[in-house]
């Protein structure tokens, strides 16, 4: 046995999940699956398809699905998902007093329709993009701004808005869209958002820094492939060359354009027509390549996407959402995996990024083609996904008030997992409920500061998360503190772990002492004078529920005690169940 299908077969073996997927380490280069569908129809708890692919597993492993959760939890976590703002209270009444069987669905198309969506989907989108604004932390205090980058920005939640189909959105990420669809012309600068060496680098260094981050970024992004160790030699456990690799290189080779110089000093460019480096160096100089693809998702000659006047990129974006004989299955089921890993907090594969060997393996394989076969007869639409997913009894489940043993990562989706907001949506949440949130949308980045000065966050810059200027050598006072995405690769799967920064933040930063005072006067606004009132619209502003009868009796307590509503604002802000969504 080579040493090459050795370590396949001992990763296959350490990181399998068990059935036939699990032994095969090439598991996504195969044809999405047949469509059948699990023999559970007749189950009432099923409430979609989806459903039964859940069920037929979980009874396979003795589990229960939880009964569904309350409505004033249901809103909250659909509004989380979907826009990543609380619902009004007005919204979560009409909700709770709707008895029509259609309620919850009308309230998934409400927030679907609302523009507020794109905002919080486009954010999804640009950690995978590795989107960023500057030219990152190698170039010390050349980190110059990029003017224009924001318009990248803008273009992805004009997309989400629309729905734009998702192989037209890939399409747009490396060719002009028509005409008609100029808004989406700034995706282009896809391939270009990553980082920069500094200007004293050796210039052959930076064209290859450039080109291998434009390599890796698109295997991540849409092939969930890693391509990074074919630089060097073929990789040791996915089907992917060295000779692939330098193929795939060609198709960017000229749009990296690197001036021959660093700093004042000279020095001409080694390579100037695409070829394989010998160990992963341009000093060392192999044979000419052509652009070409990956061959396990090829299913016919280059020449079958290339050529009749198409360029090199548009060739590539053709292959990308080939569904017959290109890449177009894999991009499908890369693309629901994601949409599946943001609205439950995992993916069906938990390595949204890496589909290959050193990944995990589907914990549901047949959903997992299921889905993708619907995301393409359905036109490649997002928000018929979301649909779904979101109609299911799966997602509708409550959290469990324990462990079940038999599955303690709850990868068999037997309950709905609590989960941690991410960084951005803190942030937002707090300025919604304390009423000073700043609901314009488009437009230039507000500045986060430079790297000589972060600034801090004030008034006039209380708009939503996605409009801070991404500065890669400067950290947000806020996001911060909650694991915000790393900007210089693609991020697939964010960390999502309370830490003692974040506990400190709760009680001391200055930025939330500010947003309590509004918050106390909001509820001062709204709730009048009596102190029940008071404390119930506080809870119905902040956690989308009622107080509990204790948590009413602590309210009373704490506020008859001397302390004031700022400091009762201030200690609604600070519980756990404000930055989780169960």
Same mark, same amino acid.
Request: net charge neutral.
């Given at each position: 046995?080579?040493?090459?299908?050795?370590?396949?077969?001992?990763?296959?073996?350490?990181?399998?999940?068990?059935?036939?997927?699990?032994?095969?380490?090439?598991?996504?280069?195969?044809?999405?699956?047949?469509?059948?569908?699990?023999?559970?129809?007749?189950?009432?708890?099923?409430?979609?398809?989806?459903?039964?692919?859940?069920?037929?597993?979980?009874?396979?492993?003795?589990?229960?699905?939880?009964?569904?959760?309350?409505?004033?939890?249901?809103?909250?976590?659909?509004?989380?998902?979907?826009?990543?703002?609380?619902?009004?209270?007005?919204?979560?009444?009409?909700?709770?007093?709707?008895?029509?069987?259609?309620?919850?669905?009308?309230?998934?198309?409400?927030?679907?329709?609302?523009?507020?969506?794109?905002?919080?989907?486009?954010?999804?989108?640009?950690?995978?993009?590795?989107?960023?604004?500057?030219?990152?932390?190698?170039?010390?205090?050349?980190?110059?701004?990029?003017?224009?980058?924001?318009?990248?920005?803008?273009?992805?939640?004009?997309?989400?808005?629309?729905?734009?189909?998702?192989?037209?959105?890939?399409?747009?990420?490396?060719?002009?869209?028509?005409?008609?669809?100029?808004?989406?012309?700034?995706?282009?600068?896809?391939?270009?958002?990553?980082?920069?060496?500094?200007?004293?680098?050796?210039?052959?260094?930076?064209?290859?820094?450039?080109?291998?981050?434009?390599?890796?970024?698109?295997?991540?992004?849409?092939?969930?492939?890693?391509?990074?160790?074919?630089?060097?030699?073929?990789?040791?456990?996915?089907?992917?060359?060295?000779?692939?690799?330098?193929?795939?290189?060609?198709?960017?080779?000229?749009?990296?354009?690197?001036?021959?110089?660093?700093?004042?000093?000279?020095?001409?460019?080694?390579?100037?027509?695409?070829?394989?480096?010998?160990?992963?160096?341009?000093?060392?100089?192999?044979?000419?390549?052509?652009?070409?693809?990956?061959?396990?998702?090829?299913?016919?000659?280059?020449?079958?996407?290339?050529?009749?006047?198409?360029?090199?990129?548009?060739?590539?974006?053709?292959?990308?959402?080939?569904?017959?004989?290109?890449?177009?299955?894999?991009?499908?089921?890369?693309?629901?995996?994601?949409?599946?890993?943001? /609205?439950?907090?995992?993916? +069906?594969?938990?390595? @949204?990024?890496?589909?290959? !060997?050193? #990944?995990? *393996?589907? %914990?549901?394989?047949?959903?997992?083609?299921?889905?993708?076969?619907?995301?393409?007869?359905?036109?490649?639409?997002?928000?018929?996904?979301?649909?779904?997913?979101?109609?299911?009894?799966?997602?509708?489940?409550?959290?469990?008030?324990?462990?079940?043993?038999?599955?303690?990562?709850?990868?068999?989706?037997?309950?709905?997992?609590?989960?941690?907001?991410?960084?951005?949506?803190?942030?937002?949440?707090?300025?919604?409920?304390?009423?000073?949130?700043?609901?314009?949308?488009?437009?230039?980045?507000?500045?986060?500061?430079?790297?000589?000065?972060?600034?801090?966050?004030?008034?006039?810059?209380?708009?939503?998360?996605?409009?801070?200027?991404?500065?890669?050598?400067?950290? /947000?006072?806020?996001?911060? +503190?909650?694991?915000? @995405?790393?900007?210089?690769? !693609?991020? #697939?799967? *964010?960390? %999502?772990?309370?830490?003692?920064?974040?506990?400190?933040?709760?009680?001391?930063?200055?930025?939330?002492?500010?947003?309590?005072?509004?918050?106390?006067?909001?509820?001062?606004?709204?709730?009048?004078?009596?102190?029940?009132?008071?404390?119930?619209?506080?809870?119905?502003?902040?956690?989308?529920?009622?107080?509990?009868?204790?948590?009413?009796?602590?309210?009373?307590?704490?506020?008859?005690?001397?302390?004031?509503?700022?400091?009762?604002?201030?200690?609604?802000?600070?519980?756990?169940?404000?930055?989780?969504?169960?």
């Amino acid at each position: 046995m080579n040493s090459r299908l050795y370590l396949a077969v001992v990763f296959a073996f350490f990181f399998g999940n068990g059935g036939a997927v699990a032994d095969d380490p090439q598991w996504s280069f195969k044809p999405l699956a047949d469509k059948v569908l699990p023999g559970l129809d007749d189950s009432p708890w099923i409430a979609n398809p989806l459903d039964g692919f859940i069920l037929e597993k979980l009874k396979d492993h003795d589990l229960m699905p939880q009964d569904q959760a309350d409505r004033h939890s249901l809103i909250r976590r659909v509004s989380a998902t979907l826009t990543g703002l609380p619902p009004s209270v007005a919204q979560i009444e009409d909700f709770l007093t709707d008895s029509d069987p259609g309620a919850y669905a009308r309230m998934v198309d409400r927030l679907l329709a609302s523009p507020h969506y794109g905002e919080r989907w486009a954010r999804h989108w640009l950690d995978v993009a590795r989107f960023g604004e500057s030219n990152g932390i190698l170039t010390v205090n050349e980190d110059k701004v990029r003017g224009d980058a924001w318009q990248y920005r803008d273009a992805v939640i004009r997309a989400f808005n629309a729905d734009l189909p998702f192989d037209q959105f890939v399409r747009f990420q490396f060719v002009d869209s028509p005409e008609g669809q100029k808004s989406y012309r700034p995706l282009r600068q896809f391939i270009h958002l990553g980082t920069r060496l500094q200007n004293n680098a050796d210039p052959n260094d930076k064209q290859f820094h450039r080109l291998d981050d434009m390599i890796s970024t698109t295997g991540n992004a849409f092939l969930g492939l890693t391509f990074g160790c074919a630089r060097c030699h073929d990789h040791p456990v996915d089907p992917i060359t060295t000779e692939e690799y330098y193929r795939f290189s060609a198709i960017f080779f000229d749009q990296v354009r690197e001036s021959p110089k660093a700093s004042r000093k000279k020095i001409p460019l080694a390579i100037t027509r695409p070829r394989i480096l010998l160990k992963g160096s341009w000093a060392t100089p192999g044979p000419a390549v052509e652009p070409g693809y990956v061959y396990k998702l090829m299913h016919q000659p280059v020449e079958y996407w290339q050529g009749q006047g198409k360029g090199d990129l548009e060739s590539l974006a053709h292959w990308l959402t080939d569904t017959g004989q290109g890449a177009g299955e894999q991009l499908a089921r890369v693309m629901v995996n994601r949409i599946w890993h943001y /609205h439950f907090g995992r993916g +069906l594969v938990a390595t @949204p990024n890496n589909f290959g !060997s050193l #990944g995990s *393996r589907p %914990s549901h394989p047949r959903l997992l083609d299921w889905l993708a076969v619907q995301f393409i007869k359905g036109g490649w639409k997002i928000k018929p996904i979301h649909r779904l997913i979101l109609g299911s009894s799966t997602y509708r489940q409550s959290s469990a008030r324990q462990l079940a043993a038999e599955d303690t990562d709850n990868s068999l989706l037997w309950e709905y997992r609590p989960r941690r907001l991410e960084a951005e949506i803190i942030r937002d949440h707090l300025l919604s409920v304390a009423g000073v949130l700043r609901n314009e949308m488009f437009g230039q980045s507000i500045s986060i500061g430079n790297y000589k000065k972060s600034e801090d966050d004030r008034p006039e810059s209380w708009r939503r998360s996605i409009y801070l200027q991404v500065h890669r050598a400067v950290r /947000h006072p806020t996001l911060s +503190l909650f694991d915000p @995405p790393d900007s210089e690769r !693609s991020d #697939g799967a *964010r960390t %999502s772990a309370s830490s003692p920064q974040s506990a400190l933040f709760a009680l001391n930063a200055p930025f939330l002492w500010t947003l309590s005072s509004h918050f106390a006067k909001r509820i001062e606004k709204e709730a009048g004078e009596d102190m029940v009132n008071r404390i119930e619209h506080a809870y119905m502003l902040a956690l989308c529920r009622p107080p509990r009868e204790n948590e009413l009796e602590i309210g009373l307590r704490f506020l008859r005690s001397g302390n004031t509503l700022i400091d009762y604002a201030h200690m609604i802000f600070g519980l756990n169940e404000f930055i989780y969504v169960h």
